[in-house]
């Protein structure tokens, strides 16, 4: 173990217990950092090499984990923090196949444990044979923080000013909050020393070897598929006869109204698009694969049932859009209609991997997932949602004002484009769940510009629950 490692380390755990106590924002950056430093060192010491695709993951990571500073929803940043870790795990790990793919993710949680024996057996190492260069240093830092303590507190008391400035910059490290500020910088160190272990002895998936499935004849394998192929061809062909001005006629004929029918059909085209992805991963486990003619029946078979699998995806979205037009933009919508067109997206892939090779297709997949998951979060899925929906009630007149009081800070630039009273009757419970402004490290942009706006023109103290009641809320949930 090198001594930076343990030093980034160190740093790690105390920007956790510094900065990650009052939320998350732009902290989580500043504790990430030294961590990924750490593991880097660690990784320099075992002799690996730094490939593109360990970069990809890392920068990756670091990016989604930048969607905690801009949004104040907390669930894309759920989604981003989580993803993050993932590709993380991924960027330690390294390997290329199925298995070190979706093993990777979780690799890191092995080395909680030993990563912090690893740790603590390097620091007595250090602390034994090398006293002469740790014990000085950690004097000095001891020595350092004493007198930043007592002369800020010395400047603090003689001017206002400077305790105000003192006061936004640096983190509260109360005595009150001790133990709390003491369990956060041992995560921090043990999951610091988790990653720096896993990048120095990391788990090696791509060992882990997939028997192939029983070899088919093409009869017996191609049949079924060809079926299921011509299936899809006929309801394509129905959903293009739809899609170029038959909704009248079909409405007419099934006596259902334009939003029940998008309704129906969506959540079942859903299933059908990751059937079809479970369909081909079973065919290609057993396609025959006697020679060039096997292969050219399995492209030309699974290409297009891939294909017209597209097809299905498109008359999805069509669907969704139908719904969200008739009763308004919610999360489960634009998250499921976010997963639909992810899934279009593996396909296209698949598709190409049967032309160029599949070798790249594990870690394609798994970029198009992260940078899915980066995209939703910078584009502001409550943004969105506030501003779709009030478009929609410029049109229409119709407005859900019971979901709109629960989106958070980023739907406050939309909803402050709506005529009062109804503005204040969205807004006013926004506002409210903003509280007073907290520190600057733990504070997102939506927050902050949120708060802005809000100042620049507060909710009116007139619309009471007796005015905001006598809005037709339209609910959505339909």
């Known amino acids: 173990m090198r001594t930076?490692?343990?030093?980034?380390?160190?740093?790690?755990?105390?920007?956790?217990?510094?900065?990650?106590?009052?939320?998350?924002?732009?902290?989580?950056?500043?504790?990430?950092?030294?961590?990924?430093?750490?593991?880097h060192f660690a990784a320099q010491a075992a002799g690996r090499r730094t490939r593109a695709w360990t970069l990809v993951w890392g920068v990756g990571g670091l990016a989604l984990l930048a969607v905690p500073a801009l949004r104040d929803a907390d669930w894309p940043s759920f989604l981003a923090v989580v993803t993050a870790v993932a590709l993380g795990s991924l960027a330690l790990h390294g390997g290329r196949t199925w298995p070190a793919v979706l093993l990777g993710p979780i690799g890191v949680f092995n080395s909680v444990f030993t990563g912090a024996v690893w740790g603590w057996r390097g620091l007595r190492e250090r602390a034994g044979g090398g006293h002469g260069r740790v014990g000085p240093v950690l004097r000095a830092l001891v020595v350092a923080a004493v007198l930043l303590v007592v002369f800020g507190a010395l400047f603090a008391g003689a001017d206002a000013a400077f305790a105000d400035l003192l006061g936004d910059l640096v983190p509260d490290a109360s005595v009150s909050g001790g133990p709390w500020h003491v369990l956060l910088f041992v995560l921090g160190v043990v999951w610091a020393l988790a990653a720096a272990h896993t990048a120095a002895a990391p788990a090696r998936w791509d060992r882990v070897e997939i028997p192939e499935g029983r070899e088919r004849g093409r009869v017996e394998w191609?049949?079924?598929?060809?079926?299921?192929?011509?299936?899809?061809?006929?309801?394509?062909?129905?959903?293009?006869?739809?899609?170029?001005?038959?909704?009248?006629?079909?409405?007419?004929?099934?006596?259902?109204?334009?939003?029940?029918?998008?309704?129906?059909?969506?959540?079942?085209?859903?299933?059908?698009?990751?059937?079809?992805?479970?369909?081909?991963?079973?065919?290609?486990?057993w396609a025959p694969r006697d020679g060039s003619r096997d292969r050219t029946l399995v492209r030309g078979v699974l290409g297009t049932l891939c294909a017209l699998a597209l097809v299905v995806v498109a008359s999805a979205v069509r669907r969704m859009d139908m719904y969200v037009e008739a009763y308004g933009l919610t999360r489960l919508r634009i998250s499921v209609l976010s997963a639909e067109?992810?899934?279009?997206?593996?396909?296209?892939?698949?598709?190409?991997?049967?032309?160029?090779?599949?070798?790249?297709?594990?870690?394609?997949?798994?970029?198009?997932?992260?940078?899915?998951?980066?995209?939703?979060?910078?584009?502001?899925?409550?943004?969105?949602?506030?501003?779709?929906?009030?478009?929609?009630?410029?049109?229409?007149?119709?407005?859900?004002?019971?979901?709109?009081?629960?989106?958070?800070?980023?739907?406050?630039?939309?909803?402050?484009?709506?005529?009062?009273?109804?503005?204040?009757?969205a807004l006013r419970a926004i506002a409210r769940g903003l509280g007073e402004d907290g520190p600057w490290y733990a504070t997102s942009w939506g927050q902050a510009r949120a708060r802005q706006i809000l100042d620049d023109r507060p909710v009116s103290p007139d619309a009471d629950w007796s005015v905001c009641d006598r809005f037709d809320t339209d609910l959505m949930y339909r």
């Open 341 to 425: 067109l992810w899934l279009g997206l593996v396909i296209v892939l698949i598709m190409a991997a049967g032309v160029w090779g599949a070798r790249w297709l594990p870690r394609a997949v798994a970029a198009s997932a992260a940078a899915g998951v980066l995209v939703f979060g910078f584009v502001s899925p409550d943004g969105l949602i506030a501003e779709r929906n009030v478009q929609r009630y410029e049109e229409t007149g119709k407005f859900d004002l019971d979901y709109a009081r629960d989106l958070s800070a980023d739907a406050v630039p939309a909803l402050d484009e709506l005529k009062e009273p109804l503005r204040s009757c």
């Open 4 to 39: 930076a490692t343990l030093w980034a380390a160190f740093a790690t755990g105390v920007l956790s217990m510094l900065f990650l106590g009052d939320g998350l924002a732009v902290n989580l950056l500043f504790v990430a950092i030294p961590a990924a430093l750490a593991a």
């Open 222 to 285: 191609a049949l079924p598929l060809i079926v299921l192929a011509v299936l899809f061809a006929v309801f394509n062909a129905v959903q293009l006869a739809v899609l170029f001005g038959g909704y009248d006629a079909v409405l007419k004929k099934t006596g259902q109204t334009y939003a029940e029918y998008a309704r129906q059909g969506f959540w079942q085209l859903l299933l059908v698009t990751l059937l079809t992805l479970l369909v081909i991963v079973v065919a290609l486990r």
